[in-house]
């Protein structure tokens, strides 16, 4: 009998569900499939002892009452510029995603795929063929919109994930907080039982907002003062700072940003310096706000504008994140540009689209003129409980239209006619993106930043592990 089998008898055996007063869920997962059982505490023990589970079991203490069925969710969401059609208020997104003794088997992720490695080895799905991940890091954009989308998210893959987002009014204040910190807090508690840095992102993504606020000296040191709140909120693991200026910006704006960036640096190396600070910073832009040869070096990692060459509201439509052709907007000369800057390419992480844009077209000819905004599209379905108004995926497009295969970048698409005229969708899959990591590979940069998490409903996953190799577990949890 395989240790994972003698496991589960002896606990069927000692512990029949709904039987003891005060026990502990354990979730682990057996060739994908997801496992949850009642132990009681002296039954870890037991195991522990036994050698059998030599990991720490994160889990939930709960009460013969409380109930273990649990919604189950899907996978994630927009882009920058995206519209969320009717979000959540505070107070929803508290009871969607807060869980609060429901769906208690949340945090014992990381025990779920730990014992799965500790107990099955290199007969692991998850570490067959797969080597440990080196150097590179893959991280992960988790969009506050996905509500509670992180139960049904293989959070392991990640090395580091980004609340996203939480915006400040134009006077530095923290205004939008879309539920942080206290509304995810299951989602805190999985990351941390993976020993994953869940760290906020402050983003500003309104071009007038950004100017009223980097053009007042007051505002800007308000919002230094927000972004140190947001690091403490985070215990200290971080933050990730996003301000999305596609303009020419004047020299009071750069030097507010500027004043903004190295005061934050400053401030985080003497209160909290082990906090990791990183920065998202658009592509193919020379003369925006933020000066790329001037982030601090306290910004250890500079996270690079990888999709929307093509945006939503574009006139033309065409690849998301062309790797190559289309006049030269494409991740070559990104690579090339930020080369020139003389920047460290470890501490370049491009980001990656996991979701595409749909757009009303002249023609069925690739790159043809829009006629209209696009519509965001996920690579793959997504439960509608999460992720209502956004039910189009591209799988479900490719197998009603079929999909092209575009030579230049290649990057799929695909085109059909309704009652209206030509649409055209384009988006990521398997193939460009493998080439695409193995381009970033042998440019040296330091990884990648999914946008975001679970728009794939896990179908890339494989990739990730593929490309990048196993997170390594961390074997010393027992003693936590």
Not at 77 to 86: E, Q, R
Not at 181 to 191: D, M, T
Not at 253 to 264: E, N, R, T, V, Y
Request: hydrophobic letters at 40%; one cysteine or more.
């Amino acid at each position: 009998m395989s240790p994972l089998a003698w496991l589960v008898a002896l606990v069927r055996q000692l512990v029949p569900p709904n039987s003891v007063n005060s026990a502990y869920i354990v979730s682990f997962r057996f060739y994908q499939q997801p496992f949850r059982l009642w132990l009681d505490s002296s039954i870890i023990v037991l195991l522990v002892m036994s050698g059998c589970v030599s990991v720490d079991v994160t889990s939930e203490r709960v009460r013969s009452d409380e109930s273990l069925s649990t919604e189950e969710t899907a996978r994630p969401a927009p882009v920058v510029d995206a519209p969320v059609a009717n979000p959540p208020d505070s107070t929803e997104i508290r009871n969607l995603v807060n869980l609060d003794g429901q769906n208690v088997n949340s945090t014992a992720q990381g025990a779920a795929l730990a014992l799965e490695r500790s107990l099955l080895g290199d007969e692991s799905p998850l570490n067959r063929g797969v080597t440990t991940r080196p150097e590179k890091k893959v991280y992960g954009y988790y969009a506050w919109w996905t509500r509670g989308l992180w139960l049904d998210i293989d959070l392991s893959l990640y090395d580091k994930l980004f609340f996203f987002t939480i915006t400040p009014d134009t006077d530095g204040i923290l205004k939008e907080r879309n539920g942080w910190p206290f509304a995810w807090e299951g989602l805190a508690r999985s990351a941390d039982s993976l020993h994953i840095p869940l760290v906020p992102t402050l983003a500003m993504l309104d071009p007038d907002s950004i100017r009223t606020l980097f053009g007042d000296s007051a505002s800007v040191e308000q919002l230094i003062a927000s972004a140190m709140l947001l690091i403490e909120e985070s215990n200290g693991a971080g933050l990730h700072i996003d301000i999305e200026f596609f303009e020419a910006a004047d020299d009071t704006l750069k030097a507010g940003f500027q004043h903004f960036s190295d005061s934050l640096a400053q401030a985080a190396d003497a209160l909290y310096p082990q906090a990791e600070l990183s920065i998202f910073v658009p592509a193919l832009q020379k003369e925006g706000l933020i000066d790329v040869s001037r982030i601090p070096d306290r910004f250890t990692e500079i996270m690079v504008q990888g999709y929307d060459i093509h945006w939503q509201t574009g006139p033309r439509a065409g690849p998301v994140a062309p790797l190559r052709g289309w006049d030269g907007s494409n991740w070559q000369t990104i690579d090339s540009t930020f080369r020139a800057l003389d920047i460290d390419p470890g501490r370049l992480v491009m980001t990656v689209p996991y979701y595409g844009y749909e757009w009303p077209v002249e023609s069925g000819q690739a790159g043809a003129q829009t006629r209209g905004d696009g519509r965001i599209i996920t690579y793959a379905q997504v439960d509608s409980l999460n992720l209502p108004d956004l039910q189009i995926s591209a799988l479900e497009r490719i197998a009603r239209h079929g999909m092209k295969r575009d030579e230049e970048s290649g990057s799929p698409w695909y085109a059909w006619r309704d009652s209206t005229g030509w649409l055209q969708g384009w988006y990521e899959d398997e193939e460009s993106l493998r080439n695409k990591y193995e381009f970033l590979d042998e440019r040296r940069f330091g990884g990648i930043a999914v946008f975001p998490i679970g728009y794939d409903a896990g179908l890339l996953d494989t990739l990730l592990l593929e490309a990048f190799g196993a997170r390594p577990m961390n074997p010393g949890l027992m003693d936590r």
